[in-house]
């Protein structure tokens, strides 16, 4: 059974700086397409960042060049490095695993971004 557990959101300050991390135990890691999502309340679900099994990466352009995502594989561990935060970026972040068909979420982690 895979679980996804994140860990990392909290409150910060517009400009700060957060890292989130997702810990798969279980399924396969190594081969599995990664992403970190959001939903803020009374949006959908939307896709932030995605990372291959081989490293290729692809983000959702609101965030491009201030978040960062990364694998390491011996610790079947991914992150979302977060810069230059802004108040739009407050949401419920999720990690999400996928290997062909088969898909997994965590619960989330929440992130507030407020002066």
């Known amino acids: 059974q895979v679980q996804l557990v994140e860990s990392g959101g909290g409150f910060v300050q517009p400009g700060g700086s957060l890292r989130l991390s997702c810990a798969q135990s279980?399924?396969?890691?190594?081969?599995?397409?990664m992403g970190w999502y959001r939903q803020a309340p009374g949006n959908q679900r939307d896709v932030v960042a995605t990372?291959?099994?081989?490293?290729?990466?692809n983000y959702a352009d609101s965030v491009k060049g201030r978040f960062t995502i990364s694998r390491d594989n011996a610790k079947n561990t991914i992150y979302l490095q977060m810069n230059s935060l802004k108040p739009e970026d407050t949401a419920l972040y999720y990690c999400?695993?996928?290997?062909?068909?088969?898909?997994?979420w965590g619960r989330g982690t929440q992130v507030t971004v407020s002066s």
């Open positions: 279980g399924g396969v890691f190594n081969g599995a397409t």
């Open positions: 990372i291959t099994s081989g490293g290729g990466t």
């Open positions: 999400k695993s996928q290997y062909f068909q088969r898909e997994y």
